[in-house]
């Protein structure tokens, strides 16, 4: 008997995956433990191993194409066996659904109209999908479905904007390149497009003068590179400062959840990483635990790998609170978007040089970068936010506290 290949769960969140590539075509050999496919979960992009072996039957999507966590989508088996044509589950699914796409004969015209208005016949598309389709008045016919065969999902209909009618074309036009959204790209796009747009970001800026804190870390490189083969860089000391400021306003390691706000008393630091594909952010456990020499060794670890593409899905997983630097560009302040369901993130800028007049009426070259703290303002309001930054800022001027 054939075994079904399921769309595999990887995280806790995940709901739906996208083959990005399919190692084997149907009609090869396939071993116990050998790498079948990858698939995009929401987070990253994991290569999936059999648990049979056999001969990869039928594949019922392609790649870029998408499928409900615990669905079947392929199956392995002896040469010559018979397995489904379509994909199990998508006609008992389309069943229930024939019901609706049609009004009774003796309805209401106006219920006939309303629900001609928003359900098409043969339309490929899941319970879900229809039932937001008709919440919001969306015509069907005009949404892109990226589900198996085109088949449209839950996702489609709730991203979907009606577009107003282009204007006629110019004579002479660059057409240009259409990228479509899929993989890592569509899954930042996604999570980004709904924390913007279902958090109230507030950002706050603020300078730090680094004087001294470049004069401790020049202390602190020999003694951390003797102990991890580590060289600790300004963003381990700034993450630890976070970690220390979060004990004084513990409102900012937290998590919005739809029953309430939950806070934390360890924090588990994310950090995010530009990889070629996009962002990913991993989390390092328990990290208010750790001194700079254990912090140091922990961020270059995950940091690493993930530009290696190595991370696992439990890596990137439980973080309270995030920190996002852009250390080494010209950038001096930027807007970082909050990690949901985290309220909080604190942007890091480049360094970069400023003109000062001190107290003494002299004028000196101050090397000095920019932090800038966005937070959720359902969570919390402006004062404690300016008190939480201002407090980080503290430390990072007068660095010997964080030894203490």
């Given at each position: 008997?054939?075994?079904?290949?399921?769309?595999?769960?990887?995280s806790?969140?995940?709901?739906?995956?996208?083959?990005?590539?399919?190692?084997?075509?149907?009609?090869?050999?396939?071993?116990?433990?050998?790498?079948?496919?990858?698939?995009?979960?929401?987070?990253?992009?994991?290569?999936?191993?059999?648990?049979?072996e056999?001969?990869?039957?039928?594949?019922?999507?392609?790649d870029?194409?998408s499928?409900?966590?615990?669905?079947?989508?392929?199956?392995?088996?002896?040469?010559?066996?018979?397995?489904?044509?379509e994909?199990?589950?998508?006609?008992a699914e389309?069943?229930?659904e024939?019901?609706?796409?049609?009004?009774?004969?003796?309805a209401?015209?106006?219920?006939?109209?309303?629900t001609?208005?928003?359900?098409?016949?043969n339309?490929r598309?899941?319970?879900?999908?229809?039932?937001?389709?008709?919440?919001?008045?969306i015509?069907?016919?005009?949404v892109?479905?990226?589900?198996?065969?085109?088949?449209i999902?839950a996702?489609?209909?709730?991203?979907?904007e009606?577009?107003?009618?282009a204007?006629?074309?110019?004579?002479?036009?660059?057409e240009?390149?259409?990228?479509?959204?899929?993989?890592?790209?569509?899954v930042?796009?996604?999570?980004?497009?709904?924390?913007?747009?279902?958090?109230?970001?507030?950002?706050?800026?603020?300078?730090?003068?680094?004087?001294?804190?470049?004069?401790?870390?020049?202390?602190?490189?020999?003694?951390?590179?003797?102990?991890?083969?580590?060289?600790?860089?300004?963003?381990?000391?700034?993450?630890?400062?976070?970690?220390?400021?979060?004990?004084?306003?513990?409102?900012?390691?937290?998590?919005?959840?739809?029953?309430?706000?939950?806070?934390?008393?360890?924090?588990?630091?994310g950090?995010?990483?530009?990889?070629?594909?996009?962002?990913?952010?991993?989390?390092?456990?328990n990290?208010?635990?750790?001194?700079?020499?254990?912090?140091?060794?922990?961020?270059k670890?995950?940091?690493?790998?993930?530009?290696?593409?190595?991370?696992?899905?439990?890596?990137?997983?439980?973080?309270?609170?995030?920190?996002?630097?852009?250390g080494?560009?010209k950038?001096?302040?930027?807007?970082?978007?909050?990690?949901a369901?985290?309220?909080?993130?604190?942007?890091?800028g480049?360094?970069?040089?400023?003109?000062?007049?001190?107290?003494?009426?002299?004028v000196?070259n101050?090397?000095?970068?920019?932090?800038?703290?966005?937070?959720?303002?359902?969570?919390?309001?402006g004062?404690?936010?300016?008190?939480?930054?201002?407090?980080?800022?503290?430390?990072?001027?007068?660095?010997m506290?964080?030894?203490?």
């Open positions: 008997m054939a075994n079904e290949v399921l769309m595999p769960k990887l806790s969140t995940m709901d739906v995956g996208t083959i990005t590539t399919w190692f084997k075509e149907e009609g090869d050999s396939v071993e116990v433990g050998e790498a079948i496919f990858e698939v995009m979960t929401d987070k990253i992009a994991i290569e999936v191993e059999a648990y049979d056999g001969i990869l039957l039928k594949k019922y999507i392609g870029d194409e499928a409900p966590v615990n669905s079947v989508i392929a199956y392995i088996g002896e040469a010559g066996e018979k397995v489904p044509d994909m199990p589950g998508a006609e389309a069943a229930p024939k019901a609706e796409e049609a009004p009774k004969a003796d209401a015209p106006a219920a006939a109209e309303a001609s208005n928003v359900v098409a016949k339309i598309a899941t319970p879900a999908a229809r039932r937001i389709a008709r919440e919001k008045g015509d069907l016919q005009k892109n479905g990226s589900g198996p065969k085109g088949r999902q996702l489609d209909v709730a991203n979907y009606e577009k107003p009618a204007p006629a074309a110019a004579a002479a036009t660059d240009g390149e259409l990228i479509p959204w899929s993989g890592m790209r569509k930042i796009a996604d999570r980004m497009l709904n924390s913007k747009t279902t958090i109230p970001h507030v950002t706050m800026n603020a300078e730090v003068d680094m004087t001294k804190l470049k004069e401790l870390r020049g202390q602190l490189l020999p003694m951390v590179e003797e102990q991890t083969g580590n060289r600790i860089s300004f963003l381990e000391i700034i993450i630890k400062a976070a970690m220390v400021a979060l004990k004084s306003y513990p409102e900012f390691n937290a998590h919005a959840l739809d029953e309430g706000i939950k806070r934390f008393k360890d924090v588990n630091m950090v995010a990483v530009a990889v070629p594909a996009g962002l990913v952010v991993p989390v390092v456990q990290a208010s635990a750790m001194g700079l020499s254990d912090l140091t060794k922990s961020v670890e995950v940091t690493q790998k993930a530009r290696d593409g190595q991370l696992m899905p439990q890596e990137m997983s439980g973080g309270t609170f995030t920190v996002s630097s852009l080494r560009s950038v001096q302040s930027f807007n970082p978007i909050i990690n369901p985290e309220v909080a993130i604190l942007g890091v480049g360094m970069y040089d400023k003109l000062v007049l001190t107290e003494t009426g002299e000196k101050v090397s000095t970068l920019t932090l800038s703290l966005s937070f959720d303002h359902r969570v919390a309001d004062a404690p936010a300016a008190a939480f930054l201002s407090t980080i800022v503290d430390m990072l001027e007068n660095p506290s964080l030894l203490l």
